[in-house]
């Protein structure tokens, strides 16, 4: 803790399910700020009554963190020591708090991390793929149709990519993976630290069949890990799609068509396939 009258925001990581991976220091920091700053207060205020730790708390959420970002600055001007804590894991990382710490640094209060569990984090350190470099996207779209597009624009990637998931739409973000990536790797991290963690690894297909064997696997928050596109799976469909706009146009099918054929057929983004194709007819004798 700061000694110094200086108002400092405390970025505080908790556990995202099993209470022991609270760190000591942590623990320390939000016993002794002057008030913490909580996704939802009643549930930090479970992990405060366990921790035996009685705090004023104040609700920041989406819905409201840019006005309670003046008011928190406020309190920290007055010279408070705060405690910034998401329902779960690390602040910011898909969780609110992002216009607060901007804002406050702006304004020259120091904001001090205090790491712990990030669902993110662990579930790359046991996935066995790739994680020198890796493309975090948190949660996407809803809606089928966007969510293919955001799939398909990064579908050449060669890093792991990494998602946030609900249980109620694991399996059409699964049935989307198949439709985009094909049979890409990917491996499920569910319920991470808690009673029924589970690591699952298959193909797109062969993840949905084993939830239709087991609906449990269904359940509970999910990091979905996808490996990247090997450099000759690019090279496979670069030829693959040359051949077949090729064919297509041959045919006379239009430019636009025949992109949208293969992005539909071998995935990647259909403005690259529309630029193949404009070219081989921009060459046809």
């Known amino acids: 803790m700061s000694e110094t009258n200086e108002g400092v925001l405390y970025v505080v990581a908790t556990p995202i399910g099993n209470l022991e991976d609270l760190s000591a220091r942590a623990a320390r920091v939000l016993s002794e700020v002057d008030r913490i700053a909580a996704e939802d207060t009643r549930h930090t205020q479970r992990l405060l009554r366990h921790l035996g730790i009685e705090r004023p708390l104040v609700s920041l959420h989406e819905h409201n963190e840019a006005a309670r970002a003046e008011w928190l600055r406020e309190r920290l001007a007055a010279g408070e020591q705060l405690a910034l804590v998401s329902d779960a894991g690390t ?129 509970g928050e999910f990091v979905v890990m996808v490996a990247g596109a090997a450099a000759a799976e690019l090279a496979a469909d670069a030829a693959e799609g040359e051949a077949l706009i090729a064919a297509m146009l041959a045919e006379g099918v239009g430019v636009k068509s025949a992109a949208a054929v293969a992005t539909r057929l071998l995935g990647g983004r259909r403005k690259q396939w529309y630029q193949l194709a404009l070219t081989q007819q921009s060459e046809a004798p």
């Open 91 to 219: 602040p910011l990382i898909s969780d609110p708090g992002f216009v607060l710490v901007r804002e406050l640094r702006r304004s020259g209060f120091r904001v001090v991390p205090v790491p712990g569990a990030c669902a993110l984090v662990a579930a790359l350190s046991v996935a066995g793929l790739p994680t020198d470099r890796f493309l975090f996207e948190g949660f996407l779209p809803a809606k089928s149709t966007a969510r293919r597009r955001q799939l398909e624009a990064d579908a050449e990637r060669t890093e792991t990519r990494v998602f946030y998931e609900s249980p109620h739409r694991i399996r059409d973000l699964l049935a989307d993976l198949e439709a985009t990536l094909g049979a890409r790797r990917v491996v499920l991290a569910r319920e991470l630290t808690k009673t029924f963690e589970t690591l699952l690894e298959g193909t797109p297909g062969e993840l949905l069949a084993r939830m239709a064997e087991d609906p449990d696997q269904t359940r």
